[in-house]
């Protein structure tokens, strides 16, 4: 359908849920087709850079809020990410 979107291991938890709620395999699809081609366009890019630019947003909010627990992160090696995406 769009050759820009490549496979994230996130997008099967979106598909079960549409899957799951429409019961209509088609209209599930194209659905996922809206949210991965409109309201989230650069979450499923081959790049991801959607979820790049929300992981760094994440990380400053996290700097503001709790910066000894984002200070002992870093200092661990740790990336926030590792907890804040599920794949």
């Not at 659905?31 to 081959?46: C, E, G, K, M």
């Not at 630019?53 to 200092?75: C, G, H, N, T």
Request: hydrophobic share 45%; charged share 15%.
């Amino acid at each position: 359908h769009n050759p820009t979107v490549g496979y994230c291991q996130s997008m099967n938890f979106l598909a079960a849920v549409l899957l799951l709620q429409m019961k209509d395999e088609e209209a599930a699809f194209w659905t996922l087709a809206v949210l991965v081609d409109t309201i989230l366009p650069h979450y499923y890019h081959r790049s991801l850079s959607g979820l790049s630019v929300d992981q760094a947003v994440l990380e400053e909010y996290a700097e503001e809020q709790i910066p000894q627990v984002v200070k002992k992160f870093r200092s661990m090696s740790f990336d926030l990410s590792l907890f804040t995406t599920n794949w």
